[in-house]
């Protein structure tokens, strides 16, 4: 028999139906050749300092740098733990198939059970992206050997035993070092903090400044003069073009055009759903999570905003089925154009998430689940709709002597913003706050007016708080400098599965509060962000080492290269070396 390993019990209900395992056991499911099984996220993980050695329950025992790693069972857990040990040990199972999600966190989950149980039975890999019935069958017809995916796990196993040294060294150094009041280091977490730290302080330590400008009535619209510093300039200029004679100088009209979005990849699905509804990443993540598991959409932990180059067919059919069973797209009439969504060559684990087929029986759903579905089946529609185009016509205006310039559009053909419209209007949202100037059609150079002129005041503003859409677009963006200094695959703080996680952490920790829609940091955030070395928390250091993980993930770089480097790290940390 095979035994199946599914990361989660609603996974392993779902393969079972498919393999025809409909036999319930306690923590599985058996028949028809197969047995179907589960973890409950990670059984095993590394244990604590104390584990390895009596010496470290004291906190200023430092390095902590184990010869040989020691894994203990999640007490929480040990249950399903003992049903997946006695599975894999069962003389009746021949083989392993890894089910668990098909990622770097799936691969440690199962490799670390399959390791401690210290199981030799020979593994294959299922990799999907979507739990429809056919998309499982297709997968288990097309098994892959689990050695493809020996470099996955040592990136995994990188990434876990890194965080484990850069957060016990620099918490209990740190803490130590600061009269014992808990300091809390994370390898990921700490660079985003101090990105809301800095925030925070240039937003304290703003100072606006007044500056005004002059706009000027021509009767069909406004036109404005450039920033003016000084007020008794400005007053001068507004009374001289007071019922005063202006004169077109120059008429500027162009077609312009706004591409298509792309489609969503987690993190981009995240920000959306923190902008139109105040989501946190979190609630997006959980709540996509589940669409995946009721089969209504595909596998959300994606870095991905392509689909594959063979993945016309099922894109012209999601897209269809949206258009007959979504209510906000039933009366959208376009013709898909999928070019700019296909590129296999920028997916690379996961396609961008998609609805699946199954959006045509869509059941009860509660208000996130449909406001989040609605989300990603709009963005499909949008992404092959069409570019929305517009008229942008630049008008400058001389009023004695002085240049005043208007700018207006119109529109030519609303391509994506249709369903943008429809989209936001049936979850109660307004689709743009933006109000624009429509300039009329006959202008033209030289054309003549009596104007009058109004003195306008304004203040500079101070740099605007992290929202969560905003923070996640600073982590996904962390470490670009980078990117020209050398040839580097990635950049970022964590990945699109782990970022939602460092904000909660953050919050739960106390280092941020949130107000409102903003993050914003507490004193005891600000006293880590002034304790730790600039190493620690340096953003491009932490995107550098997610792109070294990438590519040991490719074989194009060393695990124990990269082990050392972060043992080095740690004893520079606990030496006092990094200041």
Request: charged fraction near 30%; glycine fraction near 6%.
């Amino acid at each position: 028999m095979k035994l199946v390993i599914a990361e989660k019990p609603s996974q392993g209900v779902a393969f079972s139906k498919v393999l025809g395992a409909n036999k319930r056991g306690k923590g599985y499911y058996e028949g028809n050749g197969y047995i179907v099984s589960w973890c409950i996220g990670h059984l095993v993980g590394l244990a604590l300092p104390e584990v390895y050695s009596e010496e470290y329950k004291k906190w200023d025992n430092l390095p902590v740098i184990p010869d040989k790693w020691i894994y203990t069972v999640n007490k929480s857990t040990a249950d399903q733990f003992g049903v997946v040990k006695r599975l894999m040990n069962d003389k009746k199972v021949t083989s392993i198939v890894c089910a668990t999600d098909s990622g770097r966190e799936g691969e440690l989950i199962f490799r670390l059970v399959y390791e401690y149980v210290g199981c030799k039975k020979p593994v294959e890999r299922l990799w999907i992206s979507s739990l429809e019935d056919e998309a499982i069958r297709k997968g288990f017809e097309n098994l892959r050997p689990s050695k493809e995916y020996d470099k996955l796990y040592a990136s995994a196993l990188c990434r876990e035993r890194a965080d484990w040294l850069i957060g016990i060294n620099g918490t209990r150094y740190f803490t130590v070092h600061n009269n014992n009041e808990l300091i809390s280091v994370g390898r990921v977490q700490t660079p985003t903090l101090a990105m809301i730290v800095q925030r925070d302080r240039e937003i304290s330590s703003f100072v606006k400044q007044k500056y005004y400008t002059v706009e000027i009535d021509c009767g069909e619209y406004i036109a404005e003069s450039e920033r003016i510093d000084d007020y008794e300039k400005a007053r001068l200029i507004a009374m001289d073009c007071e019922t005063a004679s202006a004169k077109v100088t120059a008429v500027t009209t162009k077609n312009k055009y706004t591409s298509e979005p792309k489609l969503f990849d987690l993190t981009a699905l995240q920000r959306e759903a923190n902008k139109l509804f105040g989501f946190t990443a979190k609630e997006t993540l959980d709540t996509a999570q589940k669409l995946y598991e009721m089969k209504l959409i595909t596998y959300p932990r994606t870095d991905s905003r392509y689909l594959t180059d063979d993945m016309d067919d099922t894109a012209s059919k999601v897209i269809g089925l949206i258009k007959k069973h979504i209510p906000f797209a039933g009366y959208i009439d376009f013709k898909p154009f999928l070019p700019p969504i296909l590129d296999s060559g920028k997916v690379s684990d996961h396609h961008a998430v998609i609805p699946t087929v199954n959006i045509a029986d869509v059941g009860d759903l509660s208000d996130n689940e449909t406001k989040i579905l609605y989300l990603i089946c709009a963005r499909l529609l949008e992404a092959t709709a069409g570019k929305y185009a517009y008229k942008s016509t630049n008008v400058e205006v001389e009023c004695n002597g002085r240049i005043f310039k208007a700018n207006g559009t119109a529109l030519i053909e609303p391509g994506y913003k249709a369903i943008t419209q429809n989209f936001r209007q049936s979850v109660g949202l307004r689709f743009s706050d933006e109000v624009e100037q429509i300039l009329p059609d006959d202008i033209s150079e030289a054309k003549a007016y009596t104007v009058t002129a109004a003195l306008r005041e304004h203040y500079t503003m101070p740099p605007k708080a992290y929202t969560e859409d905003t923070l996640l677009l600073a982590m996904e963006n962390a470490g670009k400098e980078q990117l020209e200094i050398k040839d580097v695959e990635r950049v970022g703080i964590g990945t699109p599965a782990t970022r939602a996680a460092i904000i909660e952490a953050l919050v739960k920790r106390g280092y941020v509060i949130r107000k409102g829609r903003m993050l914003c940091s507490t004193d005891m955030g600000k006293k880590i962000v002034d304790t730790v070395p600039d190493v620690l928390k340096s953003a491009d250091m932490t995107a550098d080492w997610e792109n070294m993980l990438a590519l040991i993930t490719k074989g194009e770089n060393s695990d124990k290269a990269f082990m050392q480097d972060i043992k080095t790290l740690v004893n520079r940390i606990v030496s006092g070396e990094e200041s």
